[in-house]
């Protein structure tokens, strides 16, 4: 971890607060005096402010179900943030992990534990997300092997990673996809000349969205190891 996240997870110092004192020379690793705010320090490190030792909080993991014209964001945009629906201290802490679009619902995960989000949403982990997708146009069967054989996107050289895909009616599937390439449910879908209307993200992983809309709840320590094996 950065000392200055470091800093600022062992404190109630902001982020400008923190560099501030880092680059004054107030903290010390280890004993020595360190300056540069990107040094890496792990939780073993002894790291000292004001004659106190630094201990970071633990970390959070949080589950939520997103609502529709929110965007994954700390801040409201063109659309509200969704951690207007959070009531939790220092959410500014927080991301989210593998984000979705202002007009996709759905399952969400947030954190503070950046290693814990880069491991689910790194291509090379595989990690599982299914998706209910509702459709403009009926969708014929075929697709099913078109998906599993990876779909070309427009703009893109290679295809897709295998993808599953499981019709509930005829203008209804659900889709699990172990990337997260920009648009990537809504392109794949344009790609075999249909459009989707409507996309939700029913789990990640082992993790399956069990409250309602604009609800939240912290992930089981369970849920945590099996998403970060």
Known sequence: M???????K??????????AHIEAGDITVNGKVI???STQVHENNHVMFAEEQLCPRPFRYLLMNKPAQTICSNIDEAYPSLFNYIDIERPQELHI?????????GLVLITDDGRWSFNITSPNKL???VYRVHLRQSIDKSAKVL??????????????APALLTIVDDKQVLLTITEGKFHQVKRMFASIGNK??????ESIGCVTLDVDEGQWRYLTVEEIKHLNP
């Open 147 to 160: 998906f599993a054989q990876g779909i070309k996107l427009q703009g893109e050289s290679q295809l897709t």
């Open 2 to 8: 950065r000392l200055d996240k470091f800093v600022c």
């Open 10 to 19: 062992s404190t109630a110092l902001t982020k400008v607060q923190a560099i």
């Open 127 to 129: 990690c599982p997300k």
């Open 196 to 201: 989707v209307m409507g996309l939700h993200r």
């Open 35 to 37: 300056s540069d705010i």
């Open 97 to 105: 992990v593998g984000r979705l679009d202002a007009d996709t619902t």
